[in-house]
């Protein structure tokens, strides 16, 4: 079992930035993919972006190319989304997942191969 705790949510103004933490315990690090996944009021959960165990694999969703970037630091435990230009469509729950086992980029999307998940971090994103 992966304990995930998130952090670095806000508001933030249209065009602006945040960074959302994820801090795993419970299993190394070096074997856990992450992924960041959303849920605004109303609609269903979606696949934001992942990175693999190893930190040389990374998957986004179209809205998210270019603007996020997903990483990892395995000195601290925690993996990141760094979030730029962000506009209305991005305020949502944002919640961290982990799998151990991940077979092929496009699973990464699939949030029914993460068995474990953090209690997510509000993004509000508003003038």
């Known amino acids: 079992q992966v304990q995930l705790v998130e952090s670095g949510g806000g508001l933030v103004q249209p065009g602006g930035s945040l960074k959302l933490s994820c801090t795993a315990s419970?299993?190394?690090?070096?074997?856990?993919?992450i992924a960041w996944f959303r849920q605004a009021p109303g609609k269903e959960r979606e696949f934001v972006a992942a990175?693999?165990?190893?930190?040389?694999?990374?998957v986004y969703r179209d809205s998210a190319k270019g603007r996020f970037t997903v990483s990892r630091d395995g000195a601290k435990n925690t993996g990141y989304l760094q979030m730029r230009n962000l506009n209305s469509e991005d305020t949502a729950m944002y919640y961290c997942?982990?799998?151990?086992?991940?077979?092929?980029?496009?699973?990464?999307?699939?949030?029914?191969?993460?068995?474990?998940w953090g209690q997510g971090t509000q993004v509000t994103v508003s003038a």
């Open positions: 990175i693999d165990w190893s930190g040389d694999t990374t």
């Open positions: 419970g299993r190394p690090f070096d074997i856990i993919n």
């Open positions: 997942a982990a799998a151990l086992y991940v077979l092929g980029s496009s699973a990464f999307r699939k949030a029914s191969i993460y068995n474990n």
